[in-house]
């Protein structure tokens, strides 16, 4: 089993940054592809990115890549996702997801789910 906890969430301009921070535990992180995805208001939850293990295997979905940034600390458990540029259209409760296979964009693929941090972006 592995628990997640999202934190970093909060009220930004547009044009600003944000560091979403998911910490894990109950499992060896390090074996663990990690992945950051969001969920908007009347919408669907969606993709954002995901890092697997062995560092520089990232994805991005296309609405975020050149802003955002996903990145890793094995020695601390925590994968972060620098955003960069915030839009109004980023508002959303982002949530942190694992899996212990490789990379994947698709959520039903990650067993392991945060409780999700509330991301707002005012224009």
């Known amino acids: 089993q592995v628990q997640l906890v999202e934190s970093g969430g909060g009220l930004v301009q547009a044009g600003g940054s944000l560091r979403l921070s998911c910490a894990a535990s109950?499992?060896?992180?390090?074996?663990?592809?990690m992945g950051w995805f969001r969920q908007a208001p009347g919408k669907e939850r969606e993709f954002v990115a995901t890092?697997?293990?062995?560092?520089?295997?990232?994805l991005y979905a296309d609405s975020v890549k050149g802003r955002f940034t996903i990145s890793r600390d094995n020695a601390k458990n925590t994968v972060y996702l620098q955003m960069n540029s915030l839009k109004p259209e980023d508002t959303a409760v982002y949530y942190c997801?694992?899996?212990?296979?490789?990379?994947?964009?698709?959520?039903?693929?990650?067993?392991?789910w945060g409780q999700g941090t509330q991301v707002t972006v005012s224009s």
């Open positions: 890092i697997r293990w062995s560092p520089g295997i990232t």
């Open positions: 109950g499992r060896t992180f390090s074996s663990l592809t």
């Open positions: 997801a694992a899996r212990n296979l490789g990379t994947s964009s698709y959520l039903n693929d990650y067993p392991y």
